[in-house]
Nanobody
Framework: QVQLAETGGGLVQAGGSLRLSCAAS????????MGWFRQAPGKERELVAR????????YYADSVKDRFTISRDNAKNTVYLQMNSLKPEDTAVYCC???????????WGQGTQVTVSS
């Protein structure tokens, strides 16, 4: 069982930056793939970025490539999402998730709101 809690959301102007954190409970955090997802009103949830257990492999959606960076600190049971050059279209609820592989995510956080004003 893994419990996830996101922090770091908020209101920022376009072009600004935010850093999201996702703290995980449990001693097996380092064995999980971690992903950041987002869902904007009226839109489907989308995978923004994911990272493998060691941090050696990452994936980014085209819409955030070169602007967002996912990282993890297994000693702190935490995964991060550094978001730079934010755009109004990045406005969404951002959730972190943990999975046994890169496709299936079994554990989800409650989410944190990110709002980017123009």
């Amino acid at each position: 069982q893994v419990q996830l809690a996101e922090t770091g959301g908020g209101l920022v102007q376009a072009g600004g930056s935010l850093r999201l954190s996702c703290a995980a409970s449990g001693r097996t955090f380092s064995s999980y793939y971690m992903g950041w997802f987002r869902q904007a009103p009226g839109k489907e949830r989308e995978l923004v970025a994911r990272i493998n257990w060691s941090g050696g492999s990452t994936y980014y959606a085209d819409s955030v490539k070169d602007r967002f960076t996912i990282s993890r600190d297994n000693a702190k049971n935490t995964v991060y999402l550094q978001m730079n050059s934010l755009k109004p279209e990045d406005t969404a609820v951002y959730c972190c998730a943990a999975g046994v592989n890169s496709i299936r995510y079994d554990y989800w956080g409650q989410g944190t709101q990110v709002t980017v004003s123009s």
